[in-house]
């Protein structure tokens, strides 16, 4: 008697096929295991079975064998298992573990037969239906990302986006699925894309993949020796461009509240950080900053000329780019503060200007995408706080928030590539890490990202000013916080995000060069 464990299953007449006794079954959401009397022992000699096992009519079925063991001869006549997944019967014989198919529809029927000699298998099934997926506009990008694809192996996606004048995007930029020796074999291994046009199907070698539809349906699908990965992103978008952040338009804000000692927020800071000098009303993309309007910016002086912004974290300590700092450890390196002018004499005059006694610069590689790009100057003389000299917030945990505006505050580059002599403001907004790794080839890891990454198409302002804060306003205190620091030159207007050292990530780093 062959043994079945069914969880749960429904089952219907048996009929005769070939003389065989054919058992109707259904699997439902839990899975069903078929295997021979008293497995793992031996099925005995003569013994046969059929069945025909179904699922709904929109799923597929998923079957794993974990263990076949069948006497092996030409033809397989000694005894056999046959499994036809909708693409013809395939005949099985001798030993097998964790055989794994997929049926090309929702049913699938195996034969089980033995003739002279014994036998025995363990096949698990289930059923196989769309992971159905809401994609919301304005939240982050959603990776599809596969590196070593199992044997036989099928997944499958039903997309749809929370508006319905919104599209689903699909992109790829590292696609490979085919055999070992390179083959396009689109018939074993591919993409299929149901689009609202219909089916798109991609295998092989891949760059740059595109489709966009009102609702996606995303299928992966391997064959018997799998080679390749697949790195895609998808996410719900309102407007002509892949990306959702290259859709929204600059809104006009009044921050003239925003860091006033006077309107504070819900929480308070641990201590008086993030404040600001508020004057007349602030509007977005407006370059200038009014006189001291961020006391805690500060001018970072070679010979007496501007080179770079940093910015106050105590009385003795400065937060900037590597970049500003280990080329120049052992040259005259002073801090200017409490003046929107970069020029020494100005700030002598108006602010203070202090030597920098030591540069303490994390292991910076320019090389690999200016990681680690990361310094804080040890100053030889405190810096005396008042309304024109405070420092700045830093992020204790890690923030969610991307679309939000953050500002870069700096004296950028004019058009001859000279620093301005006046402070500068560029507000951009923050980008999903998943969407910007992507557009960078995935360069940074976005479950623990040492990168900021930022956007603007309105502004032509290239704040280029390296060790710049990248600031934004904490909602709950009303505080200025810090979350990265320019890293590049370029931040001009273009189609990718600006990439800036993330300050969270360093944050216990930055804790205990200031406790030591």
Known sequence: MLWIILVPILTFANVLCDGVEMKNLFIAEKPLTIQTPKFPADAPTDYSAKWRIRTDRKATILINCLDIKISKND??????????????????????????????????????????????????????????????????????????????????????????????????????????????????????????????????????????????????????????????????????????????????????????????????????????????????????????????????????????????????????????????????????????????????????????????????????????????????HKIKFSKVASPICLPSTRLDIHNQYVTVIGWGLDGDGKHAEMLKKAHFRAVDVTSCSFLYSHVFNVKNPNKLCTYSKETDMCVGDLGAPIVWIDPETNRYTQLGIVSYRKMCRGKLPSLSTNVFYYYKWILQVIAD
């Open 75 to 380: 033809g397989c006549t000694d005894g056999h298992l046959i499994i036809d997944n909708g693409e013809g019967p395939r005949k099985y014989c001798g030993v097998y573990k964790n055989l794994i198919l997929a049926t090309n529809g929702n049913s699938v029927t195996i034969e089980f037969l033995m003739k002279h000699s014994p036998g025995r298998f363990k096949c698990t099934l289930r059923q196989d239906k769309d992971e159905e997926v809401t994609l919301v506009v304005g939240n982050p990008s959603q990776n599809i990302a596969y590196k070593n694809f199992r044997p036989n192996w099928k997944k499958s996606w039903k997309f749809v986006t929370d508006k319905s004048n919104a599209r689903v995007s699909l992109l790829c930029n590292n696609f490979v699925m085919g055999t070992q020796q390179k083959i396009n074999d689109c018939e074993r291994e591919k993409m299929i894309v149901e689009t609202d046009r219909g089916l798109e199907i991609f295998c092989g070698s891949l760059e740059n993949i595109t489709v966009a539809s009102g609702s996606l349906r995303v299928t992966l699908k391997t064959g018997l020796k799998p080679f390749g990965s697949v790195h895609c992103i998808i996410q719900a978008v309102i407007g002509e461009n892949m990306f959702q952040y290259q859709n929204m338009d600059t809104e006009e804000v009044d921050s003239s509240e925003n860091g006033v000692i006077s309107y504070d927020g819900v929480k308070s800071t641990t201590c008086p950080c993030g404040v600001a000098n508020k004057g007349s009303r602030n509007l977005i993309n407006r370059e200038e900053t009014g006189q001291h309007e961020y006391p805690w910016i500060v001018s970072i002086l070679l010979n007496n000329e501007h080179v770079c912004s940093g910015t106050i974290l105590t009385e003795l300590h400065v937060l900037t780019s590597a970049q500003c700092a280990v080329d120049h450890h052992r040259k005259l390196v002073e801090v200017a503060v409490g003046s929107n002018n970069n020029k020494a004499q100005i700030s002598r005059a108006v602010g203070q200007v202090i030597k920098v006694k030591q540069v303490i610069a994390h292991y910076f590689d320019e090389k690999h995408n200016h990681k680690h790009d990361i310094a804080i100057l040890l100053l030889k």
